[in-house]
């Protein structure tokens, strides 16, 4: 855009501010989103209902004499229904135990997934934290047995490890990216793989291998390179969620956070006004990478479980719905990952409480996710009028 005052002098424009609900109409510019995203909740929920009760025995059993006697059909589904859904919510957060338990669950969720949104606000998909989880895992575990440190600094020195060797591993796409226009979506689904394998590679070393052991594991790490645990919960528990503000202040109060979003908002404006896009590639992807290390550190240095092929679960995976759900946002991340370890938490509950499969809870995850991807159908169902998904942050990196 040229400047047309004094002699006419013609400047490169800055790159747009990318789409921030906060710069057009403040907090009012969420509700279309919130609103979004509590719908989705409650037809996620509808429908889960459903599915429970046409599972449920005594309600199939009254199908039979539903028109001789329909009232048995309706209690019976009454009755399934709100014993499932009272044992989720009581198997997340009706205890001291379920908090703490639900609470344990979502802090590797909220690592994870934080490590996705901030490349997702960088432009990039990050497909790879479940790879970046176990590399972070071998080396912070393996600091955690093999060195005697005293208590304070052999936690930091694992927990550094593991942060190091995640965040270099998540740096190689992000450097591919910069210097060869690699995708970064084939580029860690890759290395996932090849994480995979290495982490086999070293389980079958003797370093690394628990004595007396036929299985592919490690030895727990020491007490002193352990997360301390006050009332039963680990801290790092409070380390997810200072991370979470870290975040935060990472792309709403600095520099390099005001170039990832200007990145992923528009590549070819930034790299106009000056910015570099290969250095934002490298760092929001290393960042991302560490993130992701230190959500394993939630079991491996939180929980004190062995390093296997098997120490990420689905974690990496989970952490793309977290940040969908959470709109790419670090409190939406937070509030995603809460509300899916209460799921998984309580999920425990429903077939022991209730005799529903623990896998109901997964259709809950995914019916949510789903409607929240697809807010033309919410909006479709309900008869909404639509907003102009401003809480939306996509990654531009796909074909980028």
Known sequence: MSDQSGAGTVEAAPPPEPDEPTTRGGLTAWLPTVVDTIVAIGLALIIGAILIIFSTEDVIDSLGYFFSYPWDFFRFAGTAV?????????????SGTAIRRTLERAAPLICAGLGVSLAFRSGLFNIGAQ??????ALAGGYVGFHYDLPPGIHLVAALLAALVAGGL???????LKARTGAHEVIVTIMLNHVAGFIVLYFLAKDTFQRPNSNNLLTPPVADSASFPSVGGLHLGVILALVAAGLV??????????????AVGANPDAARTAGMSVARVYVAGMMIAGMLAALAVTMNVLGRQDAV??????QVGFEAITVALLGRATPLGTVLAGLLFGALSSGGLAMQSGAGVPPEMAQVLQALIVLFVAAPALIRGITRMRGGDGGGTVMAKGWGG
């Not at 709100?82 to 009706?94: H, I, P, T």
């Not at 790879?131 to 972070?136: E, F, P, S």
């Not at 935060?248 to 979003?261: A, H, I, K, N, V």
């Open 82 to 94: 709100w014993d499932a859904y009272s044992s989720l919510v009581d198997g997340a957060v009706g």
């Open 131 to 136: 790879g970046q989880m176990l590399l972070g």
């Open 169 to 175: 591993y998540g740096g190689i796409a992000g450097l």
């Open 248 to 261: 935060w202040w990472l792309l709403e109060r600095s520099t390099l956070g005001f170039e990832m979003r």
């Open 308 to 313: 296997t092929e098997n120490i990420a679960g």
